[in-house]
């Protein structure tokens, strides 16, 4: 079945305490972003990707790493998250050529302590 | 500046009634537009697109858009509400092919519906 997965689905931490989510799709899309989902905000892009070793800053970088060594995997990083990062994440991926039409994962919602 | 308004924070319909949600945007060119469904605790799922041509596009789930470019708009139609379309409901706006891939999102609009 073709997907876009993340692990964690849900996740509490504390202030400071470096964590990753990873996301990951079985479809070989060259295109993978994050998302964050605030209430009142809708989706804000964080990161995405255009391929393999290329990533770029979307709208709401700060705070947040990517990386993309693997073509199916794109691990949005928190090096030392803090409270104004709770929320809820999306990943998606699209073929390079119709990055207007992206899968979205099922969300990884993110509390910091 | 791209944007995306959607008016509603939260309509309530009747089962059964017609259903209308809002949705402008700001874009300088002709944008791709999208419309999301977000049910309770689940992802985003794509309910219909228009890239161009006909400007009343067709959904799944029995929804509807309508691509209006003197108004800036794509508003999202369904002639009969069914209780398990109670969900939340976004509304965006994408580039052209080739660019970054940014899908900017309006606020949403929930909607509740009434037995």
């Known amino acids: 079945e073709a997907q876009v997965t993340q692990n964690p689905r849900y996740l509490i931490t504390v202030t400071g305490k470096k964590l990753t989510v990873t996301c990951s799709q079985n479809?070989?899309?060259?295109?993978m972003s994050w998302y964050r989902q605030d209430p009142g905000l809708g989706l804000r892009q964080i990161y995405y990707?255009?391929?393999?070793?290329?990533?770029d800053k979307g709208d709401v970088p700060e705070g947040y790493k990517v990386s993309r060594k693997e073509k199916r995997n794109f691990p949005l990083i928190l090096e030392s998250p803090s409270p104004n990062q709770t929320s809820l994440y999306f990943c998606?991926?699209?073929?390079?050529?119709?990055?207007?039409?992206?899968?979205f994962g099922p969300g990884t919602r993110l509390l910091v302590l | 500046a791209q944007s995306v308004t959607q008016p509603d924070i939260h309509i309530t319909v009747s089962e059964g009634a017609s259903l209308e949600l809002r949705c402008n945007y700001s874009?300088?060119?002709?944008?791709?537009l999208f419309w999301y469904v977000q049910s309770p605790g689940q992802g985003l799922q794509l309910l219909l697109k228009?890239?161009?041509?006909?400007?009343l596009v067709q959904g799944i789930k029995g929804f509807e858009a309508e691509f209006k470019r003197s108004q800036s708009s794509f508003n999202l139609r369904k002639p009969s509400v069914h209780w398990s379309d109670a969900a939340e409901y976004f509304c965006?706006?994408?580039?052209?092919?080739?660019?970054?891939?940014?899908?900017?999102f309006g606020k949403g609009t929930k909607l509740s519906v009434k037995p």
């Open positions: 965006a706006v994408g580039a052209p092919r080739g660019s970054q891939g940014n899908l900017i």
């Open positions: 990707s255009m391929n393999v070793e290329v990533t």
């Open positions: 228009y890239f161009s041509g006909d400007t």
């Open positions: 998606a991926s699209s073929p390079r050529e119709k990055v207007e039409t992206q899968y």
């Open positions: 479809m070989n899309h060259e295109y």
């Open positions: 874009y300088g060119a002709t944008p791709y």
